[in-house]
């Protein structure tokens, strides 16, 4: 996946973060993360975006040695968040003459980053609009809420190119060798998620383009199969089921709950289920826990009471849901208790605000620890979903 080749005149001059902790101060990131930049060398030099602060010298570095002593003519801005934009500055004192191309949200947006000293040169773009460089001319998209307001694309007509900004993005350094949808995914969901009917309005308008090469804002650039990865935005945006199966997300205080998760996702795979996973949701990354919510279409909430509630860990998780716009699935609830169980209301009270969301009539309250007699139960619930 660190094949950053694109052509004789479009370069890569990103730059990857190995030693990032946390994306956006709450992703995990154990490989890291990629900040993608571009260079297009023709008549008129055009950078496609900048880079985190974290990494602006050795992208500095890296445009330096790619312009080959000449200077850029043009930076097109696709996304202000600071991953992509927090080297504007340093990048517009590098080279004073350039001009900064973006829509008019971008430089409503700009001055509440940096202070610029003189004023900077700017070409405001709406849809639509092109860009000629010489052989190479861009035509701007605009894709507002994917997942800012100001976002915008851009397509180079000669080489088929699709400058996707944050879409088709994903975690991990590019010499990070992994599967691409997984980390993909979890960054689709966490980061863009809520935002699905925008991105299906920019899938629209990316269909009528003939694109040969996707060149996005983070991760590998994708040049084969590109079928493969339109289709799973589409599935992921169109809020569908990726896969056959079960997710069950347990927060278990004394590992009581826990047991009567596990062995539900045993009756469950011994009942004939596709696929179960299962994760303590006070445990794992809840960024993989909201991206396995997404990836399937039947989910169980086991969790205990807590405070006249619901377990704090599990009720995060189910926030995190929400504000991700989690929708179009069925739900199975367990709970537990030891002498007023209120998990499973608490549960369905937070699930009533989210879209589409079927819950199975069969709720299995265990009291205190799972026993023989409960087992019934579970089977029941695990019928009840598999057959919904």
């Known amino acids: 996946m660190s094949d950053t080749y694109i052509s004789p005149d479009v370069k890569y001059i990103g730059v990857d973060d190995r030693d990032i902790d946390l994306f956006e101060s709450q992703y995990i990131v154990p490989n890291g993360v990629s900040y993608n930049s571009y260079l297009i060398c023709d008549d008129k030099i055009c950078v496609m975006d900048t880079v985190d602060k974290r990494k602006t010298d050795k992208w500095l570095e890296n445009l330096k040695a790619a312009l080959s002593g000449k200077a850029p003519d043009y930076l097109v801005i696709h996304h202000m968040e600071p991953d992509h934009a927090g080297s504007i500055k340093s990048f517009v004192e590098s080279y004073p003459d350039v001009t900064l191309v973006g829509n008019a949200k971008t430089f409503a947006m700009l001055p509440q980053f940096f202070d610029f000293e003189p004023e900077y040169k700017k070409l405001v773009v709406k849809e639509g609009d092109t860009l000629s460089l010489g052989s190479h001319t861009l035509t701007f998209v605009m894709a507002p809420m994917v997942h800012w307001p100001e976002v915008m694309v851009s397509y180079e007509q000669s080489e088929k190119i699709l400058f996707s900004a944050d879409g088709f993005g994903k975690f991990g350094a590019l010499d990070t060798d992994e599967d691409w949808a997984c980390e993909a995914r979890r960054y689709y969901f966490n980061i863009v998620g809520k935002y699905g009917a925008q991105v299906q309005s920019l899938l629209k308008k990316a269909s009528a383009l003939d694109i040969k090469i996707i060149c996005p804002l983070h991760g590998p650039i994708l040049k084969e199969n590109l079928g493969y990865y ?10 569908k089921p990726e896969a056959e199966g079960v997710f069950i997300a347990f927060a278990s205080i004394h590992g009581n709950t826990a047991k009567a998760a596990y062995k539900l996702k045993e009756i469950l795979e011994a009942k004939g289920a596709k696929k179960v996973a299962i994760a303590d949701v006070a445990r794992a990354d809840v960024a993989e826990c909201v991206e396995d919510a997404f990836k399937y279409g039947k989910i169980v909430l ?17 926030h995190h849901l929400q504000t991700k716009a989690w929708q179009n699935r069925t739900v199975a609830i367990v709970e537990n208790g030891s002498w007023g169980p209120t998990a499973a209301k608490t549960m369905k009270a937070m699930l009533e605000g989210m879209k589409n969301i079927t819950v199975c009539e069969s709720v299995v309250t265990i009291r205190s620890a799972m026993k023989e007699s409960d087992i019934p139960c579970l089977e029941k619930l695990a019928d009840e979903l598999l057959n919904a």
């Open 302 to 318: 086991a969790a205990s009471s807590y405070d006249a509630g619901v377990f704090a860990p599990m009720a995060d998780f189910l």
């Open 230 to 239: 339109i289709d799973l935005y589409d599935t992921w945006s169109s809020y």
